[in-house]
């Protein structure tokens, strides 16, 4: 089974920065992307960030240029550089990781994290 941890969620006053980590285990061969979403209380689950395993990345319009996204495939773990943070920000932020396979030749689509919580106070 792949697991998905996260860490590095917390509190922070605007302006502040966070860094968030997700170490993917289980004996993982490859992953495809990996990614970071979040969901605020009354809102839709959205994309964060997201980064393939050749490097390439997106972001939501409304973290560019304050957020960066980064992976270390050798280790299978993921980042989420956040800077200039606003109460905006706050969120339970998720895990992704996408086309997972491992050493013992098995396969998942998808799997999630348990989320960790941000928010940023004004």
């Known amino acids: 089974q792949v697991q998905l941890v996260e860490s590095g969620g917390g509190l922070v006053q605007a302006g502040g920065s966070l860094r968030l980590s997700c170490a993917a285990s289980g004996s993982i061969f490859r992953i495809n992307a990996m990614g970071w979403y979040r969901q605020a209380p009354g809102k839709e689950r959205e994309l964060v960030a997201g980064i393939a395993s050749g490097g390439s990345t997106n972001y939501a319009d409304s973290v560019k240029g304050r957020f960066t996204i980064s992976r270390d495939n050798a280790k299978d773990t993921v980042y989420l550089q956040m800077n200039s943070l606003k109460p905006e920000d706050t969120a339970v932020y998720y895990c992704?990781?996408?086309?997972?396979?491992?050493?013992?030749?098995?396969?998942?689509?998808?799997?999630w994290g348990q989320g960790t919580q941000v928010t940023v106070s004004s």
């Open positions: 992704n990781a996408q086309g997972i396979t491992t050493n013992y030749g098995r396969y998942y689509p998808s799997s």
